[in-house]
């Protein structure tokens, strides 16, 4: 039922040879013994879990979904489910990027998000229920008390416990400062919460021994709007001082979601009747400390459609190169068989360099911002944190948006490839389309990572922390403007590194008059934005394959046909995405709505 082999050697050529980690870790105290061979150790026994033990899972597990007993509110996970879990914690992989303080492993993120991106590709829907874990471990690192941190944090570390966040309820999804749940305070110091989430990703299930909630809900006297939003621990069973676990909260789920895609998962509808929580960070301020867990889950979600695309292009590989039909309009290419493999069609090998490339661009692009998380809480010099949090929060809404985009579109390609067996359930190509739809919605869906990253992250600082990424792509250009063999790439990243600041200014200048300008043009925006990125990663990756051409290794020849794919063929989509984002508001609002 198809196959996962983990890319060690991409994932070792970006490390090593395009952010060139070991260097870096050097001037990280944290990290400053982290090498090459402890890295590319972890990654390989990682490989192994994801393809041994999570991959046989994924099609039974969305085959069989997860199930509710209404009478206890427990939910039962798909079959092989719990002791993969348990395989998971015994080898200690929740440890791996956390704070060696609280039992961790203390390994750079960049290391953690590779081995992450092995996991999604292997079974996304068993990936979420550790994954959300290490959002609410690192929002309770940052905005708990120190009795908080010593209570919760081991146990996240280890594994024994889970985390989720609770933010969404029926009438209201992104416009959070609608919600309506209430805490109550109480004299001991606790609140008495009470209303109903839906949308809880592993918000009940018996892979863990208990699950820390942490729940948005509103003060008596809480101002309205997000102004009035608090954040609260909510365990499922409460623990004791020691760490052992207590009574049973009244945090319920009453459903699970009937969903089209990550079945194995179980999306939840909870329901909270006065549980105990305890309040994280400061009355009304439970906006900015959930944002530490939900930047941490965009970046999550960005993995999530990279490992699928990862996948979804490995076995449409396979495939297209097993496949009799027809022969090459070229001539045959398998004389001695019947047809030739469909691999020698230009527009098969279209849709699998599609794949290929956003793959390998993700790749690059998402190790490149877990390595600046890395600099940002590690490294020594002030100035350097500074640039690398600027950089990452102008990125973040990208990984998100751009690569789960991608990862529709790729894991459609590839489904494309099996044409009326990508349709089929036993070839496992159409669980990953379904799986990758969801992708867009998480976290925020697309439009509103657009709507972040253009109206917030740029035009709100005047695109100081744009121009300072631009100044990285021009630096480049210049440094390579000379040599021949690089025009191909230097040329056109040149060129859209232009259009990317005199787009953004037009648009600026348009919002001053209408702010619906910026609604109008963010997705389009956002696609331009995301390509700019990807060229310049492309032509890093370009340079190196190049240079190390000549050494006949079958990888950098691979990686130069896979850049010039990506120039020629998706770049060009940035004419098109210019072109509507220019083309302003009124067409868009001019249609009074009782005329839809």
Same mark, same amino acid.
């Given at each position: 039922?198809?196959?996962?082999v983990?890319?060690?050697?991409?994932?070792?050529?970006?490390?090593?040879e395009?952010?060139?980690?070991e260097d870096?870790?050097k001037q990280?105290?944290?990290?400053?013994?982290?090498?090459?061979d402890?890295? *590319?150790?972890?990654?390989?026994e990682?490989g192994?879990?994801?393809?041994?033990?999570?991959?046989?899972?994924?099609?039974?597990g969305?085959?069989e979904?997860?199930?509710?007993?209404?009478?206890t509110?427990?939910v039962?996970t798909?079959a092989g489910?719990?002791?993969?879990?348990?395989?998971?914690?015994?080898?200690?992989?929740?440890?791996?990027?956390?704070?060696?303080?609280y039992g961790g492993?203390?390994?750079p993120?960049?290391?953690?998000n590779?081995?992450?991106?092995?996991?999604n590709s292997?079974?996304?829907?068993?990936?979420?229920?550790?994954?959300?874990?290490?959002?609410?471990?690192e929002?309770?690192?940052?905005?708990?008390?120190?009795?908080?941190?010593?209570?919760?944090?081991?146990k996240?570390?280890?594994?024994?416990?889970?985390?989720?966040?609770?933010?969404?309820?029926?009438?209201?999804?992104?416009?959070?400062g609608?919600?309506?749940s209430k805490a109550?305070?109480q004299?001991?110091?606790?609140?008495?919460?009470?209303?109903?989430?839906i949308?809880?990703?592993?918000?009940e299930h018996?892979m863990s021994?208990?699950?820390?909630?942490?729940?948005?809900a509103?003060?008596?006297?809480?101002?309205?709007g997000?102004?009035?939003i608090?954040?609260?621990i909510?365990p499922?069973?409460i623990?004791n001082a020691?760490g052992?676990?207590?009574?049973?909260?009244?945090i319920?789920?009453?459903? #699970?979601?009937?969903?089209?895609?990550?079945?194995?998962?179980?999306?939840?509808q909870?329901n909270?009747?006065?549980?105990?929580?305890?309040?994280?960070?400061?009355?009304?301020?439970?906006?900015?400390?959930?944002?530490?867990?939900?930047?941490?889950?965009?970046?999550?979600?960005?993995?999530?459609?990279?490992?699928?695309t990862?996948?979804a292009?490995?076995?449409?590989?396979?495939?297209?190169?097993?496949?009799l039909?027809? +022969?090459?309009?070229?001539?045959?290419?398998?004389?001695?068989?019947p047809?030739?493999p469909?691999?020698?069609h230009?527009d098969?090998r +279209?849709?699998?360099?599609?794949?290929?490339?956003? !793959?390998?661009?993700?790749?690059?692009f998402?190790?490149?911002?877990a390595?600046? #998380?890395d600099?940002?809480?590690?490294?020594?010099d002030?100035?350097?944190?500074?640039?690398?949090a600027?950089?990452?929060a102008?990125?973040?809404?990208?990984?998100?948006?751009?690569?789960?985009?991608?990862?529709w579109? !790729?894991?459609s390609?590839?489904?494309?490839?099996?044409g009326?067996?990508?349709f089929i359930?036993?070839?496992?190509?159409?669980?990953?389309?379904?799986?990758?739809r969801?992708?867009? #919605?998480y976290e925020?869906t697309n439009? #509103?990572?657009s709507l972040?990253?253009l109206?917030r992250k740029?035009?709100?600082?005047?695109?100081a %922390?744009?121009?300072k990424?631009g100044?990285?792509?021009?630096?480049?250009?210049? !440094? *390579?403007g000379?040599?021949e063999?690089?025009?191909?790439?230097?040329t056109?990243?040149?060129?859209?590194?232009?259009?990317?600041?005199?787009?953004?200014?037009e648009i600026?200048?348009?919002a001053?008059?209408?702010?619906?300008?910026?609604?109008?043009?963010?997705?389009p925006?956002? +696609?331009?934005?995301?390509?700019?990125v990807?060229?310049y990663?492309?032509?890093?990756?370009?340079?190196?394959?190049?240079?190390?051409?000549?050494?006949?290794?079958?990888f950098? %020849?691979?990686k130069?046909?896979?850049?010039?794919?990506?120039?020629?063929?998706?770049l060009?989509?940035t004419?098109?995405?210019?072109r509507?984002a220019?083309?302003?508001?009124? *067409?868009l609002?001019?249609?009074?709505?009782d005329?839809?």
């Amino acid at each position: 039922m198809g196959q996962y082999v983990a890319p060690l050697r991409d994932m070792q050529f970006v490390l090593h040879e395009l952010l060139k980690v070991e260097d870096e870790f050097k001037q990280l105290p944290a990290h400053a013994e982290i090498d090459r061979d402890i890295i *590319n150790q972890v990654l390989e026994e990682g490989g192994k879990f994801a393809s041994e033990v999570l991959f046989p899972l994924n099609h039974s597990g969305d085959r069989e979904g997860c199930h509710l007993d209404k009478e206890t509110h427990k939910v039962k996970t798909p079959a092989g489910f719990e002791a993969a879990y348990k395989q998971y914690v015994e080898a200690g992989w929740p440890a791996l990027s956390c704070d060696p303080e609280y039992g961790g492993q203390g390994l750079p993120i960049v290391v953690n998000n590779c081995f992450y991106e092995m996991l999604n590709s292997a079974n996304q829907a068993w990936t979420m229920y550790p994954g959300l874990s290490h959002g609410a471990y690192e929002c309770i690192h940052e905005h708990g008390t120190p009795e908080q941190k010593a209570l919760y944090l081991p146990k996240l570390v280890s594994g024994e416990w889970t985390g989720t966040m609770c933010l969404t309820e029926p009438h209201c999804g992104t416009d959070l400062g609608m919600l309506r749940s209430k805490a109550e305070p109480q004299a001991d110091g606790t609140y008495k919460i009470s209303g109903g989430k839906i949308f809880i990703s592993a918000g009940e299930h018996e892979m863990s021994q208990n699950i820390v909630h942490l729940v948005l809900a509103r003060l008596p006297d809480a101002p309205s709007g997000t102004k009035g939003i608090s954040l609260f621990i909510v365990p499922k069973f409460i623990p004791n001082a020691d760490g052992s676990l207590g009574k049973r909260n009244p945090i319920f789920c009453g459903a #699970i979601e009937e969903k089209m895609g990550i079945h194995g998962n179980s999306t939840c509808q909870m329901n909270l009747d006065n549980a105990t929580g305890w309040l994280i960070g400061e009355p009304n301020k439970g906006l900015n400390a959930m944002f530490v867990m939900m930047n941490a889950a965009r970046l999550g979600v960005g993995m999530q459609s990279l490992g699928l695309t990862e996948v979804a292009y490995q076995n449409a590989l396979v495939y297209a190169k097993d496949r009799l039909q027809m +022969r090459s309009l070229s001539g045959p290419k398998a004389p001695d068989k019947p047809a030739d493999p469909i691999i020698v069609h230009p527009d098969v090998r +279209r849709m699998l360099l599609t794949a290929k490339a956003f !793959a390998e661009a993700g790749r690059a692009f998402s190790s490149y911002i877990a390595l600046q #998380i890395d600099r940002e809480l590690n490294h020594p010099d002030e100035l350097v944190r500074k640039d690398a949090a600027d950089e990452v929060a102008l990125l973040t809404p990208i990984i998100k948006a751009f690569l789960t985009d991608n990862g529709w579109i !790729a894991t459609s390609e590839a489904m494309q490839v099996y044409g009326g067996h990508g349709f089929i359930s036993e070839w496992g190509m159409e669980q990953y389309v379904r799986d990758a739809r969801i992708n867009m #919605i998480y976290e925020g869906t697309n439009t #509103i990572q657009s709507l972040d990253l253009l109206g917030r992250k740029i035009l709100m600082d005047n695109g100081a %922390k744009l121009r300072k990424f631009g100044d990285k792509v021009k630096a480049f250009v210049e !440094a *390579n403007g000379t040599d021949e063999k690089m025009s191909e790439f230097i040329t056109p990243l040149g060129d859209i590194g232009d259009k990317v600041g005199k787009l953004t200014m037009e648009i600026g200048m348009k919002a001053f008059q209408n702010p619906d300008e910026v609604g109008a043009a963010a997705v389009p925006y956002l +696609r331009v934005v995301g390509h700019m990125v990807f060229a310049y990663f492309f032509a890093q990756m370009a340079k190196i394959a190049l240079e190390k051409e000549a050494s006949g290794d079958n990888f950098y %020849k691979a990686k130069l046909a896979t850049a010039r794919f990506y120039f020629a063929r998706l770049l060009p989509e940035t004419a098109m995405l210019i072109r509507q984002a220019r083309s302003g508001a009124s *067409n868009l609002m001019a249609l009074e709505a009782d005329l839809f």
